[in-house]
C-alpha cells in the first residue's frame, strides 16, 4: 500500500480540491480498469479519519481513496475546530461509491463542572476533555463551521506563542522556526483548516531533516541533543534512509516528548461543553465524549504511557449525563477489551449511544480496525450505518433524528432506534447506486 499511496500522493493532495476531486475520478476508472481487486468486510468501518483541514497525511479526496483501497464500507471526516473539508469529502465519497459520515473534534471546558482540576481524556491539559459531535447534515455545515471559526483565531495566538517558546529551547541547538513562514504553509488555515501542536513539530521535522542526513546524524541530534528517548519502534523507521515518512515519524518522536515543554494551556480557543452541546442540539447533531482511557502505547506513537479517566469513570458518566450528551465514541485499538467492556456497561447503564473510529492523522496507520469482526463490537457498525440514516432524516427535518424528542417518543428503547436508523441509512445508499 505503501507504493501506492506516494504514486498518488501529489495527485490527491494538490492545493485546488477541484483538481483533487478529478484528480480522484481519474485514478478510480483507471483502477477500476485494471481490475484491481477490493478486500470489504462488513465491519470495516471508520467515522475518525482526520485530514489536512487539521492534521494529516490525506487530504479530504486522498482520504476517501484510501478508504476505498482499504476497503471501507463507511468513511467518517473528523477534524479539529472545523469542518471545512466536510463537502470535498462528501463528493468524494459519492465519486468512489463510499458513504460518508461527517463530524467535528475539539476540546471543551469542563472547568464548570465537577470535573474540574482533573485529568480528563486531554494528555496536555486539565479541565479540558476531547468531545465530538457526530452526525452533521449537509445543510448544517456552515452553520458549525462558524461556531468554531472565532475559536480557530484564538488558538492560533497560541500557536504563534508555543513557537516563540519553542524556539527558545531550540536555541541551544541552532534551529528556530517561523510561524509564518515554516507552520503557516504546511496546514489548510486559510481554506478553513486548524493549526495544531502537531503542524509546530511537522516544521520542526523539516528543519532537522534540512540540517541532518538521515540515519545516524537525526538520530544523535534527537537523542543527544533534544534529550529524547526513541522507541525501538521509532529507532528502525529513523535507521532508515529510503523511508518515505521520514519526517512523520521524526514528528512522532518530537510529539512524545517536547509538547509538555512548550504547551501553553488553552483558554480562550475551548468553548465551555454547554455551548457546544447546544451547538449539536440546534444543529440535530450528536453530541459525544471521546473515551480515552489508561493506554500504555497509543495506536499513533506519538503518546506517553498516562493514565486518564479510568479512576473515575462512574463520576465521569454522571456528568456527561446530567450535562446531556447523547453517546460515548472509543477506539477499540487503544483500549483493552476489560476497559471496553466497561465502557460498554456503563453505556448501557445511562443510555449511552456508542460510536467508534480509528484516529488517523498518520500514513502507517491502517484505516481498517480488525478488531471490529469481534461480534462483541458489531454495535459499533450499526452504529455507523445508524448515523448515516440520522444525517438524511435530519438534513430533512431536525425532528427526524435520533434524538429527537419525536423518535424517542415513537421508540424509547436505543437500541431499537439504532437499529431502525441502521436500516434508513442501507436504504439511504441502495437508492444512491
Known amino acids: 500500500m505503501e507504493r501506492e499511496i506516494i504514486k498518488y500522493r501529489d495527485l490527491l493532495n494538490d492545493r485546488e480540491p477541484e483538481k483533487r476531486l478529478d484528480n480522484l475520478r481519474s485514478i478510480l476508472e483507471e483502477e477500476k480498469a485494471e481490475q ?6 462488513d465491519y470495516y468501518i471508520n467515522n475518525h479519519i482526520h485530514t489536512t483541514f487539521s492534521f494529516s497525511y490525506y487530504t479530504p479526496a486522498m482520504s476517501i481513496w484510501m478508504a476505498f483501497r482499504s476497503g471501507l464500507q463507511i468513511a467518517g471526516i473528523m477534524d479539529h475546530d472545523t469542518i471545512s473539508g466536510a463537502r470535498e469529502f462528501i463528493k468524494a465519497g459519492e465519486i468512489a461509491g463510499i458513504p460518508t459520515t461527517k463530524g467535528v473534534e475539539c476540546r471543551a471546558d469542563f472547568s464548570k463542572t465537577l470535573l474540574k482540576s482533573r485529568r480528563i481524556n486531554n494528555p496536555d491539559q486539565r479541565s479540558v476533555a476531547y468531545i465530538i459531535i457526530y452526525g452533521v447534515s449537509d445543510n448544517q455545515i456552515d452553520r458549525i463551521n462558524s461556531f468554531f471559526a472565532p475559536y480557530r483565531e484564538e488558538r492560533n495566538k ?17 534551529l528556530s522556526l517561523d510561524f509564518d513562514l515554516d507552520v503557516l504553509p504546511l496546514s489548510y488555515a486559510l481554506q478553513g483548516g486548524t493549526i495544531t501542536e502537531r503542524h509546530i513539530l511537522f516544521a520542526l521535522a523539516r528543519k532537522i531533516m534540512a540540517k541532518f542526513s ?18 525501538k519502534k521509532n529507532l528502525a523507521y529513523l535507521e532508515d534512509k529510503k523511508n518515505n515518512f521520514y519526517a512523520y515519524d521524526i514528528l512522532h518522536v518530537l510529539k512524545s516528548s517536547l509538547v509538555e515543554l512548550f504547551y501553553i494551556n488553552a483558554t480562550t480557543e475551548c468553548p465551555d ?10 444543529t440535530g447533531s450528536i453530541s459525544a ?10 495506536v499513533t506513537g506519538d503518546k506517553k504511557a498516562q493514565k486518564f479517566e479510568d479512576d473515575y469513570l462512574e463520576l465521569l458518566f454522571d456528568v456527561i449525563k446530567e450535562l446531556g450528551f447523547k453517546a460515548v465514541t472509543y477506539v477499540p485499538t487503544r483500549n483493552s477489551m476489560a476497559q471496553i467492556k466497561r465502557i460498554q456497561g456503563l453505556c448501557k447503564k445511562y443510555g449511552f449511544f456508542q460510536i467508534s473510529g480509528e484516529d488517523i492523522n498518520s500514513p502507517r496507520q491502517s484505516f ?3 478488531i471490529l469482526k469481534n461480534p462483541e463490537l458489531h454495535n459499533l457498525v450499526d452504529a455507523a450505518w445508524a448515523l448515516i440514516g440520522h444525517e438524511k432524516r435530519v438534513e430533512e427535518d431536525l425532528n427526524e433524528g435520533l434524538f429527537s424528542k419525536k423518535m424517542i417518543k415513537k421508540y424509547p428503547d436505543l437500541n431499537e432506534r439504532i437499529q431502525v436508523f441502521k436500516k434508513a441509512g442501507k436504504n439511504r445508499v441502495r437508492e444512491r447506486v
Do not use: W
Not at 497560541?158 to 541552532?174: D, G, K, T
Open 36 to 41: 484491481l481487486p477490493r478486500k470489504q468486510m
Open 158 to 174: 497560541r500557536n504563534l506563542l508555543m513557537v516563540q517558546r519553542l524556539n527558545e529551547i531550540l536555541e541551544p541547538v541552532s
Open 214 to 231: 538521515k540515519g545516524r546524524e537525526v538520530i544523535e541530534f534527537l537523542q543527544h541533543k533534544l534529550k529524547i528517548e526513541i522507541s
Open 273 to 282: 461543553v454547554n455551548d457546544v452541546l447546544a451547538l449539536a442540539d440546534e
Open 289 to 298: 465524549y471521546s473515551y480515552l482511557g489508561d493506554i500504555t502505547e497509543s
Open 368 to 370: 481498517i480496525c480488525e
